[in-house]
């Protein structure tokens, strides 16, 4: 069986088509960078508008596969930007109906925690969820998957990008910290915010701005920034393992490619125990192969949609979306 999956919750526009066993047979990705700022909702959707369809033509070549030997077409339905969500879910009916092939929807959460899952090999991991719009320590229990604990204010990846714009950068602003944190000495008093199994980022943001203007050093700051947040990330999987009697944890979303926080994970679970998986690159960020993937898992388990019923969730919450595939 093979799915095709679009991803457009945010300013990734994808397009993957996947096999039996998670085979990724192509993966087509175009992303929305903003000329200055933050994304802007309705440009980034006239982005996906734009690019998407020879995102579909070119998954299809490289994949090696004609339309008719798709067997469902599925599509991020939530949570994401209401426009962004708009455009993926459009092309997704146009082709389920061109087709004439079964509609899929998938929740872009649990997406995340599947594809990590299927790659790493464990059967019940917790994911941690670092991403820009979105934050959160997510584990199975009983039908659903849970959000644990979550920011809550703005995203990790938010966050970053924040703190690196007011620091005269440029979107996005994850991976130029990282660089920059690679070069810090001193690490800077900034606000630990966890309340419980929560965190929030945006008091920290402030103070370290603040420090910017007094003079603090570039390097330093990136490296404060980077240990003091992943420190709370860290911190608030650890509580979830233990509350929930898991073992391992896989991680996902932008901020996934951090290499300290990788770092810190792994070091966390291992002196627990435990194991970790990140999944490469390519499947951590935002992509229409996870998906897929997540799209066979549904259809095989009779989640499909009428094109009637498949209106976008833009607040779509992970614990209420049913994962019948999954078993207690
Ligand atoms: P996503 O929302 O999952 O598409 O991820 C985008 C976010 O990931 C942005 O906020 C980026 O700044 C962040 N990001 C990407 N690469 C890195 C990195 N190496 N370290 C930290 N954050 C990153
Ligand atoms: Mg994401």
Redesign the pocket.
């Known amino acids: 069986m093979v799915v095709l999956g679009i991803e457009s919750t ?3 526009a994808s397009v993957g088509i996947v096999g039996e066993d998670a085979k990724v047979l192509s993966l087509a990705s175009d ?1 929305y960078l903003p000329p200055t700022g933050g994304i802007h909702p309705r440009e980034a959707a006239n982005h996906h508008v734009e690019v998407l369809p020879s995102l579909v033509g070119k998954a299809l070549e490289a994949a090696n596969v004609r339309p008719n030997e798709v067997d469902a077409v599925a599509f991020a339905q939530g949570p994401g930007l209401g426009p962004c969500l708009r455009a993926g879910a459009t092309v997704a009916r146009m082709l389920s109906l061109a087709w004439n092939r079964p509609l899929v929807p998938v929740n872009h959460c649990v997406a995340h925690v599947e594809i990590a899952r299927v790659l790493s090999g464990l059967d019940d991991p917790l994911l941690l969820y ?5 934050t959160q320590v997510i584990a199975y229990a009983r039908g659903r998957y849970r959000v644990l604990g979550e920011t809550l204010d703005i ?4 966050f ?2 924040k703190f ?1 714009l007011g620091l005269g950068g440029t ?5 130029a ?2 660089a920059e944190a690679l070069r810090g000495t001193e690490l800077l008093d900034l606000p630990f915010s966890v309340h419980g199994m929560d965190v929030a980022f945006s008091g920290m943001l402030t103070a370290a701005l603040a420090l910017h203007a007094k003079g603090a050093k570039r390097p330093d700051l990136a490296y404060s920034v ?1 240990v003091t947040a992943y420190s709370m990330l860290t911190e608030i999987t650890e509580r979830a393992l233990a509350h929930r009697g898991k073992e391992a944890v896989v991680l ?10 990788r770092e810190m994970v792994r070091v966390m679970a291992e002196s627990r125990g435990g194991a970790t998986f990140a999944p490469p ?1 390519s499947l ?3 992509n229409g192969a996870m998906i897929a993937w997540t799209g066979h898992l549904a259809f095989h388990a009779g989640v499909t949609t009428s094109v009637e019923g498949s209106a976008v969730q833009p607040r779509q919450r992970t614990d209420l979306v049913p994962t019948p595939w999954r078993k207690d």
Request: glycine fraction near 26%.
């Open positions: 945010a300013h990734t992303f670092a991403s820009g719009g979105n995203g990790v990846g938010n970053l990008d690196w979107f996005p602003g994850g991976p910290i990282e980077e996902g979303g932008g901020v996934a490619c951090n290499g300290r926080l690159k951590c960020v935002d």
